[in-house]
């Protein structure tokens, strides 16, 4: 991404106080992981939420700069009022320190995700993502609106948004988390805080790879489970995949896996596919009107998930099943396309399970 604005650069003592903040930060959450509380990763918050909309006012200096989608936008310099369109922008927006005005993130009808609920559980919801409420947005002025490439399929939207408030893509189909989070860093003016909080989750997992010295030859599979009989599997591509693939972790993914797709469905008949000697079981409430899908978010999700996959013989035949190496974890942090936030759970979830 282009922009006009320059930072200066810092020296090396202020470098390594930035990043000893960032990592204290991120220590604490780690802590509180498994209740995918991520509220104290990132800077210390500043809030977007004012008395009165001001995205005329509120940044008087503007920059331009190119989008994912190669689009040219001026905003402001440093914009104060955001919203988020979708789960992995406001977990990047969290991670930056930034309270958004409102989110359309969260599937119908589950609210925003479990994962991070502790720092947006009473967030102004406007729509959903791919179908923004778009009165509601207008109403609100943001100073700038942050998409990704799942956020407004549909282009006469996407113009509507744009006649709005500055709109900026951060992040094409089947992007890297890293690329997504650096992208929106830019656009909001945080380029330092984002290289801190990246510098944080290096050192996190640097760490967590010694911890697991003796068992990065053990297998890894990560499945989400719909209860309408197939499964998700994680691919590469997905955010779990490239956490994995930091960890040096060898990840089982199901066969015939191409493009940019960050989950395939697999048959319980296929299962056998997807075994490994760590199963990392998510769970999304998923509207199946007979009733199989949890009711719970987060890792309860996946424990009542578990309790139904019992019930099928091809579940019970993997090997992590028979070794009791079946780990349930936040669907919202494990299956989504999240950000940094996210993505220090599941390091945190892996280190506290496999870690010796």
């Keep these: 991404m282009e922009s006009a604005r320059t930072t200066q650069a810092a020296s090396p003592s202020q470098a390594l106080r930035r990043c000893t903040q960032a990592l204290a930060l991120l220590l604490a959450a780690v802590g509180l992981a498994g209740c995918g509380d991520a509220s104290s990763v990132g800077p210390t918050t500043s809030t977007g939420q004012a008395d009165a909309p001001s995205a005329a006012t509120a940044n008087d200096a503007q920059r331009t700069l190119t989008d994912a989608a190669g689009e040219q936008v001026t905003l402001p310099a440093r914009p104060?009022?955001?919203?988020?369109?979708?789960?992995?922008?406001l977990d990047a927006t969290l991670a930056l320190g930034i309270t958004p005005i409102a989110t359309a993130a969260g599937p119908e009808g589950s609210g925003i995700p479990a994962y991070?609920?502790?720092?947006?559980?009473?967030?102004?919801?406007?729509?959903r993502p791919g179908t923004?409420?778009?009165?509601?947005?207008?109403?609100?002025?943001?100073?700038?609106?942050?998409?990704?490439?799942?956020?407004?399929p549909?282009?006469?939207?996407?113009?509507?948004?744009?006649?709005?408030?500055?709109?900026?893509?951060?992040?094409?189909?089947?992007?890297?988390?890293?690329?997504?989070?650096e992208q929106t860093a830019a656009a909001l003016g945080r380029e330092t805080d984002g290289a801190d909080v990246l510098a944080a989750y290096d050192q996190r997992v640097n760490e967590t790879k010694l911890a697991l010295r003796g068992r990065t030859e053990q297998t890894v599979s990560v499945l989400r489970?719909?209860?309408?009989?197939?499964?998700?599997?994680?691919?590469?591509?997905?955010?779990?995949?490239?956490?994995?693939?930091?960890l040096g972790l060898p990840h089982v993914q199901p066969s015939a896996t191409s493009g940019t797709a960050q989950s395939r469905r697999v048959s319980l008949t296929d299962l056998e596919q997807?075994?490994?000697?760590?199963?990392?079981?998510?769970?999304l409430p998923d509207g199946d009107p007979s009733g199989t899908s949890p009711t719970a978010v987060g890792v309860e999700a996946a424990v009542q998930a578990i309790a139904a996959a019992r019930n099928r013989p091809?579940?019970?035949?993997?090997?992590?099943?028979?070794?009791?190496?079946?780990?349930?974890?936040?669907?919202?942090?494990?299956?989504?396309?999240?950000?940094?936030?996210?993505?220090?759970?599941i390091v945190a979830d892996i280190a506290r399970n496999m870690g010796a």
């Design 154 to 181: 549909d282009r006469a939207v996407l113009m509507r948004l744009r006649q709005i408030a500055p709109t900026v893509a951060v992040s094409k189909p089947g992007g890297d988390w890293r690329a997504t989070f």
């Design 132 to 152: 923004p409420d778009l009165a509601a947005i207008k109403q609100l002025a943001p100073d700038v609106i942050l998409l990704d490439s799942t956020s407004v």
């Design 274 to 283: 997807i075994d490994a000697d760590w199963i990392f079981f998510g769970a």
């Design 80 to 89: 104060a009022r955001v919203l988020p369109l979708s789960d992995q922008t």
């Design 225 to 246: 489970w719909t209860g309408k009989g197939p499964v998700a599997v994680s691919t590469e591509r997905s955010l779990p995949g490239r956490v994995l693939a930091d």
């Design 314 to 345: 091809a579940f019970r035949r993997l090997a992590a099943f028979g070794t009791r190496q079946v780990v349930p974890v936040d669907g919202s942090a494990w299956a989504g396309a999240g950000g940094p936030i996210a993505a220090n759970v």
């Design 116 to 127: 991070l609920a502790p720092r947006s559980a009473e967030m102004k919801r406007v729509g």
